[in-house]
């Protein structure tokens, strides 16, 4: 899945909960886009996607 899909997820699914995207090609701009959008966020694994620096991630 591509951070272009990711970002339509999350933008149409704002009451998300749960999120799974492990082992996708992602970067902090994703993962930045996702703590803006989701705020009733509880489960984010990101296992695998190393391209996502810590700092994005605190």
């Known amino acids: 899945i591509t951070e272009h899909s990711i970002c ?3 933008h149409s699914s704002p009451k998300l909960r ?3 995207i492990s082992f996708c ?3 902090d701009m994703a993962i930045k886009e ?3 959008s989701c705020l009733n966020l509880k489960y984010n694994n990101l296992r695998g ?3 996502i620096s ?3 991630i605190d």
């Open 54 to 56: 810590k700092e994005a």
């Open 34 to 36: 996702v703590a803006r």
């Open 25 to 27: 090609e992602i970067t």
């Open 8 to 10: 339509g997820i999350i």
């Open 49 to 51: 996607c190393f391209r």
């Open 18 to 20: 749960h999120l799974d």
